[in-house]
């Protein structure tokens, strides 16, 4: 019996490691999605709405889960990154028009970013935070430039056990669950305020870097792997979409988890006291002290530190495959810096200009709210390209998008759609 209880258990350890080492680009994603800058936006909405938005983020699973899959399936597939499978499909002012926009929009995110990283890290600490900028912009760039892929890929996944800090905060404060599954499953906000406070959610959530990056990834992983893409090996298929399936259902349930906690942590704790207004993700941070004490208030700075570490990265080398791809140029993170100079280069410019965005008189939050409306104009375009790319046997051969992806694919680009429409009317209207 003792033998027979010690291979079960070794067999159960064996599928536990083997479904951990699935997870890669889809996780990585999911992670990344919850950076300060959404941290800030989940947290206005728990301190305004209470618990009223939830409802927001169980819709968003299955439509984010669609798109990023999408863009998982065109990157396997054909061992190339979304940009470069844009070009070879759509006019190249479009497409360069769209990866314009995606790469000042990232380069305004990573400021926000790192403007909150360390100003969570000045309240933690007390120290300059000017400093913790440079410092968090410097490290971040090394990261990429000098750590091969292999690692840099680990590290990243590491970092997303950051994001549990804000779980813990819901075990020292005290959260209506009654309340909280009701707002999961029943709508009742729907005034103007908590419109645009949806569309926020759904933009901060549904982002264009994130296709670009999932997709450059699972090329990656091609590219440093003894694989080759699913055109070229079909026998993979089978194995290769039921991996993809895994991690990006599994990496998008864990972004919206997170985000579900930050919403639940500032509803248990903000709103209940009446304070309705968060101008950061370090903000909430600092009015969670009062409220829910010193230990909560440090979980939830560290974890935007650690989100900050993660999604930078994510935000500049999405940027730089994206230009890398459209221009032709050698392109991953898997060559040294003088292999792929234009590549690098773009994630330095990027988060360089990112550090002087802190420096300069721009209001981080401001330029936020900007950075939300080019994604809110590029994501509509972007999603019904890639849907378009996705069904063309031409691009994916016999592995197009099965009838299910297709069908959640276009739901996200619909609901998608009308929030940018609704963004715009509340924005210029």
Known sequence: MG??????????????????????????????????????????????????????????????????LVSAHIGRVTG?????????????????????????????????????????????????????????????????????YRRYASILKWLTLSLFAYVAVLLVVRTDWSGALLGMVWPREFGKDALLTIVALLGTTISPYLFFWQSSQEAEEIATS???PIKREPRSAERQFRRMRFDTLTGMAFSNLISLAIIMAAAATLNRQGVTQIGSAADAAQALRPFAGQFAF?????????????????????????????????????YQPQQAAGFYSIIVVATFIGVLIDWSPIDPMRALFWSAVLNGLAAVPLMIAMMVVVSRHQVMGRFNASRSLLVFGWAATLVMTLASVAMLVASFG
Not at 28 to 55: E, H, K, N, R, V
Not at 106 to 122: F, K, V
Not at 133 to 145: E, K, P
Not at 303 to 308: E, V
């Open 3 to 68: 033998g027979r209880s010690t291979s079960q258990i070794e067999h159960f350890r064996r599928r536990v490691v083997g479904s951990l080492e699935e997870l890669g680009p889809g996780l990585i994603t999911g992670a990344a999605d919850d950076d300060p800058s959404g941290i800030a936006t989940y947290s206005q909405a728990g301190a305004q709405f209470g618990y009223g938005l939830m409802w927001t983020m169980v819709l968003c699973y299955p439509l984010m889960s669609a798109v990023q």
């Open 80 to 148: 190339a990154g979304l940009a470069n499978n844009l070009s070879n499909s759509f006019p190249k002012k479009f497409v360069g028009l769209l990866i314009g926009i995606l790469l000042v929009a990232n380069i305004i995110n990573i400021g926000a970013d790192l403007s909150a990283m360390a100003e969570a890290a000045r309240l933690v600490t007390g120290w300059g935070e000017h400093a913790f900028v440079i410092g968090f912009a410097v490290v971040s760039t090394l990261l990429q430039l000098f750590i091969p």
């Open 226 to 228: 003894k694989h080759r």
């Open 298 to 334: 440090a979980l939830f700075a560290l974890g935007i530190i650690g989100t900050g570490f993660l999604a930078v990265p994510v935000l500049a080398g999405s940027a730089a495959f994206a230009v890398a791809e459209i221009f032709g140029w050698k392109e991953g993170l898997e």
